[in-house]
């Protein structure tokens, strides 16, 4: 079994910043993609950053230039880096990872996070 566990949610000011962690547990041979989304109130789950195994990276164009997309390869951990928070940034955040489990390592499949609520005030 493969788990995703995030953290480093919660309440801050408008400006301020967060740190997101999400840590991948369980019979992993090999963790690939790993993503970051959103939901907020009322909308669709949209995608904010993601990371290759390698390293590279992609944002949303409204989180260019604030968020920042990190892992830790030896830990499973991916991390999203928040600053300069804006209301709009209001959301549940969730992990995504693609996972290949080790009796499995040619076939990945995908697992979510069960979601961080970040509140940005004004």
């Known amino acids: 079994q493969v788990q995703l566990v995030e953290s480093g949610g919660g309440l801050v000011q408008a400006g301020g910043s967060l740190r997101l962690s999400c840590a991948a547990s369980g019979s992993i041979f090999s963790t690939n993609n790993m993503s970051w989304y959103r939901q907020a109130p009322g909308k669709e789950r949209e995608l904010v950053a993601g990371?290759?195994?390698?390293?590279?990276?992609n944002y949303t164009d409204s989180v260019k230039g604030r968020f920042t997309i990190s892992r830790d390869n030896a830990k499973n951990t991916v991390y999203l880096q928040m600053n300069s928070l804006k209301p709009e940034d209001t959301a549940v955040y969730y992990c995504?990872?693609?996972?290949?489990?080790?009796?499995?390592?040619?076939?990945?499949?995908?697992?979510w996070g069960q979601g961080t609520q970040v509140t940005v005030s004004s």
């Open positions: 995504y990872a693609d996972i290949a489990r080790r009796w499995s390592p040619l076939r990945p499949s995908g697992y």
């Open positions: 990371i290759t195994s390698g390293g590279s990276t």
